[in-house]
């Protein structure tokens, strides 16, 4: 049963514009919500998080926004630029100090020149 | 350099060969553990340590077996690979407690199991 869905396995977006990556998750006990990039080769590294008792959290041209009572959280990246691209895990777990991470299917964005 | 290393990165290996993927840190972490990434499965936690001596089993823990002997080692044991355990492997390390965004990935190994 997958509690962490990224229902787009991929998505394809012009250089500069904005790029929308979105999850879904099932267990309304999740806390804590990361997005991880991951480029061929390498292992994951942490993008940005998110606490429940938040809905936006930004850093630079990159914003998680979470929406609790939809169990729905995105990744907008403003401009895309073609070195965003990679794959993208959102993951979640029971609370920032939890280790145990559920990570979705990930998301394959392409960024066209 | 932080970091996490891992051993072999690729792998092919025959069904029934028993084999060992080595992870190693050197960020004193307490916290380890293995993942798994598959096509459409996105990464699946296999084992985790809290600490050394202390392991406990993720969520598809079946056909591996791990130890932590020392804080820095968390060595992933196959003892009978068979083709579904054909996959990407990810050993990862944290601080224990603190925040999980600190969590740092090995690079993967890529085993193929004929």
């Known amino acids: 049963d997958q509690q962490v869905k990224q229902n787009s396995p991929s998505l394809s977006v012009q250089e500069g514009r904005i790029s929308i990556l979105n999850c879904d998750y099932t267990n309304s006990m999740f806390d804590y919500f990361l997005w991880y990039k991951k480029y061929p080769a390498e292992g994951p590294t942490f993008l940005i998080s998110?606490?429940?008792?938040?809905d936006k959290n930004e850093d630079g041209r990159f914003t998680v926004f979470l929406n609790k009572s939809a169990k729905h959280l995105s990744l907008h990246i403003v401009p895309s630029q073609p070195g965003d691209s990679a794959v993208y895990f959102c993951a979640a777990s029971l609370g920032s100090g939890n280790e145990k991470l559920t990570f979705g299917t990930g998301t394959r964005l392409t960024i066209i020149p | 350099e932080a970091q996490v290393t891992q051993n072999p990165r690729y792998l092919i290996t025959v069904t029934g060969k028993k084999l060992t993927v080595t992870c190693s840190q050197n960020?004193?972490?307490?916290?380890m553990s293995w993942y798994r990434q598959d096509p459409g499965l996105g990464l699946r936690q296999i084992y985790y340590s809290m600490n050394v001596e202390v392991t406990d089993k993720g969520d598809v823990p079946e056909g591996y077996k791990v130890s932590r002997k020392e804080k820095r080692n968390f060595p992933l044991i196959l003892e009978s690979p068979s083709p579904n355990q054909t996959s990407l492997y990810f050993c990862?390390?944290?601080?224990?407690?603190?925040?999980?965004?600190?969590?740092?990935f090995g690079p993967g190994t890529r085993l193929t199991v004929l």
């Open positions: 960020m004193n972490h307490e916290y």
């Open positions: 998110i606490s429940s008792i938040k």
């Open positions: 990862a390390s944290t601080f224990s407690g603190t925040r999980i965004d600190t969590q740092y």
